[in-house]
């Protein structure tokens, strides 16, 4: 039952990706080459109301469903980690026009051969784990 | 109403209802983190027994496995009971870049240039979807995050290290549309 509540937000995460057409390589290429402005929006106003939502759980210390004060935990500071890895990121971002909420999407769509990225992605953090102490932070 | 929804949704649909999702995740004890669930995935495969990097308490991530498997399954209702087989709308100022690259006008969701069984079984085709994935999968763990962990939790909570991030997605996505892809397409 505790987890039944992720499986719901899961499939209403994904019919909310796949109906807002960002799981669509079309949509990341349009993003990139600055030509609409759908995936600026979508984001924009996901950004917008996030920046609302979280101020007022932040003023009104909201507790979840199992009484703990809800906080996002921060982030470490840096910035060559989040520039670099980022810069990586994006490069596979544009390449297969998914991120990897839109990959598991897509697999579910049908679109089989998204298992592929998938898979490689895992292996990439795997990667990313094994030569972590090695890259700067 | 079924045909309403079967349309694709407006920006501003679409980004409250992400913004949903997260506060959603919030109030259920969660965050709205997709690429940590790649982390967790190689330490329940036992990849801790080899790196310290996967040696954690995976179990206590299942959530977000229950989550990337609801993802799924919304994907799938979404394919069948709440979709028109319509062409993605892009822009023809898109479609004419792409053209150039050799990539036909959207007859669907996706291009079958790169997610169609023919193009999956091509060295091209599997090579390209392979480091795509490499390079998502090794990305947003050296960044530590994703589009939902940076874009939409991060710099929801203001953070400074998840603008970083987003700048850095967008220079390798650029770097990737105008100067790699002429050179693979």
């Known amino acids: ?137 | 109403m079924i045909e309403l929804i079967q349309q694709p949704w407006a920006w501003y649909v679409s980004g409250a209802a992400i913004a949903a999702i997260m506060f959603l995740l919030l109030f259920f004890g969660g965050s709205f983190g997709f690429s940590s669930n790649l982390r967790t995935i190689c330490a329940a495969c036992g990849a801790g027994n080899k790196t310290d990097f996967f040696k954690f308490d995976w179990k206590a991530q299942l959530w977000n496995l229950v989550f990337l498997l609801g993802a799924i399954i919304g994907g799938f209702i979404a394919s069948q009971y709440l979709s028109t087989d319509a062409p993605v709308q892009i822009s023809n100022n898109t479609i004419n870049d792409l053209s150039k690259l050799g990539f036909a006008a959207p007859t669907g969701l996706q291009p079958t240039e790169l997610f169609s069984w023919e193009a999956l079984f091509t060295i091209k085709g599997f090579s390209i979807l392979a480091i795509g994935g490499l390079l998502i999968g090794f990305g947003t763990r050296y960044a530590g995050g994703c589009t939902s962990g940076h874009a939409i939790s991060g710099l929801s909570n203001l953070q400074w290290p998840s603008l970083i991030a987003v700048i850095g997605f967008f220079i390798g996505g650029l770097i990737m549309t105008f100067l790699i892809f002429p050179l693979i397409f």
């Open chain 1, 1 to 137: 039952m505790k987890l039944i509540k992720f499986l719901i937000a899961g499939i209403l995460f994904g019919v909310i990706m796949t109906k807002s057409e960002a799981i669509s390589w079309y949509r990341i290429q349009e993003m990139f080459r600055f030509q609409a402005f759908q995936m600026y929006g979508i984001i924009g106003t996901a950004v917008v109301f996030g920046i609302a939502g979280v101020a007022i759980i932040k003023k009104l210390k909201l507790k979840d469903v199992y009484g703990n004060t809800i906080k996002i935990n921060p982030k470490e500071k840096s910035i060559i980690r989040y520039l670099i890895g980022g810069i990586i990121f994006g490069l596979g971002w544009a390449l297969t026009g998914a991120c990897p909420g839109p990959i598991v999407v897509n697999i579910g769509y049908g679109f089989v051969a998204m298992t592929a990225v998938f898979v490689f992605a895992i292996i990439g953090t795997y990667l990313y784990g094994v030569v972590k102490d090695k890259l700067p932070h």
